[in-house]
């Protein structure tokens, strides 16, 4: 069993954790004992009633939170020629095909989404191996494999703008950050809605039953708070709608 310090010790305490926290209490209280020195993000945890071995069960998809995440992802654009200078000026980080495929086969990943042209994809496909399990892997399904060059600004300004992929793990769970420390407590809420939303309606057809099984909010650096499942999906369908 890990050792958890003193301040993570003196924030378990303030949660109940015979209780289901209605969203609106649980943020107000992972705010109060978020205690690192740094502007800790604030994560999503929900686990759900899929199997993962069965590959049409899986969850995936992407979801625009409308306040960010506190941060601006750094993104990187297979192109060349026109579709190179397209994404330049359109604000992309990194761009190239070659030199940065080379790159991250020695182990280079200062990046936190990766945009493919259609055209290249037959040389950014065997980085799958490497891109595929850190979610950094250009997938059409997720928008991420552009095939007009015009296109490609759209593309950019949304993941700057706060678009982030979610996918189920091994283990039939999905962690998605939906801020940080810093934001206000009704921007976490709207952040928390819109992500639950977006994932209740990935839910796959050969999902029965429940869907979810469980949710959990938590900082960086402290002990999660379980949330009403129930409610949760209520207020976020009642925001979204």
Known sequence: M???GKKYLEALKLVDVTRRYPPKEAIALVKQFAHANFDES???HINLNIDPRQADQ???GT???????????RVLVFA???AARIAEEAGADYVGVDEYIKQIESGWLEFDAAIAMAD???KVGP????LGRRGLMPNPRTGTVVRNPEDLPAVIREIKAGRVEFRNDRTGNIHIQIGRKSFSDQQLLENLYVAVD???RARPPAVKGQFFRSMTIAPTMGPGIPLDVATTLEEARAFVK
């Open 2 to 4: 890990p050792k958890h």
């Open 42 to 44: 604030i994560d999503l």
């Open 58 to 60: 899986n969850v995936r």
């Open 63 to 73: 979801v625009t939170l409308p306040h960010g995440t506190g941060r601006v992802p």
């Open 80 to 82: 060349v020629g026109e």
């Open 120 to 122: 290249q994809m037959g």
């Open 127 to 130: 980085l799958g191996r490497i």
């Open 198 to 200: 977006a994932i209740a």
